[in-house]
């Protein structure tokens, strides 16, 4: 198996915006750092949980570059760079490639029947740069199928369905890095000795998490109630857990 990006908790990152709505390039990035100094190991800007859907090319850049000059660089600082179509995805991963990112993580879009060339675009375009798959079907319907994960050109994926008989499969037959981006099943990702998680609500309780995947099963009860209000009317009630733990602004573009 290829050496994981890094092992333990990451962070999908919020991005924080303004009063005004613009993009607080730098007090996301200080963010980033905070949970770093929490034990976060990996930080993933502009993507899903970033409201990614709402920036534009040169704010995903700006938030890349801000969060990789605050978070020290052990810390890889990992671009979402998805999109609605191959050659989008891939001009959004070339961008992020220039900007420093240490790796990239693309969503499948939705209503993809065959991820294959999808992925060669992306990982064309990402050159030597590690590219990860991102498996979200309840976003993205219908996904990835297990059975497509060996064929495609990637160093790792990423799992939110939060379905644990699908994430036993994944394993069966997928031999590189596996993260799972579902809360509830961050105990037993670190029981099964996957790589890690990477998690929207390590935003606003990252020692929960940090904890449910290093083997608490108390950890992983106690991170349900943040869970909950992060998943909640979302983006409203991630920024209002995050502004409520860390003093950061509620406000949002999507929702």
Known sequence: MPEPLFTGVGVALATLFDDDGEVDAKATADLAATLVDLGI???????????????????????????????????????????????????????????????????????????????????????????????????????????????????????????????LSELEVFDHPLYVGAAMLVLMAGSLGIAGAILAVANADPEHAIAAFAGDPAAQRALLAAHRRVKARFPFGLKDAVADRFGTSRATRLG
């Open 41 to 167: 190991r990996g930080v993933v800007v502009a993507g899903s949980t970033g409201e990614a859907s709402a920036l534009t090319a040169g704010e995903r850049v700006a938030l890349l570059t801000e969060t990789r000059r605050a978070v020290p660089p052990g810390v890889p600082v990992i671009a979402g760079t998805g999109g609605s179509s191959a050659r989008q995805a891939a001009a959004l991963t070339r961008d992020a490639r220039e900007a420093g990112a240490d790796a990239v993580l693309a969503l499948c879009p939705p209503r993809n029947n065959d991820p294959r060339p999808y992925y060669d675009a992306v990982a064309e375009a990402a050159g030597g740069l590690p590219a990860l798959a991102y498996h979200f079907p309840q976003t993205a319907p219908p996904g990835i199928p297990v059975e497509a994960l060996p064929d495609l050109p990637i160093q790792g994926m990423k799992d939110s369905s939060g379905d644990p008989e699908r994430l």
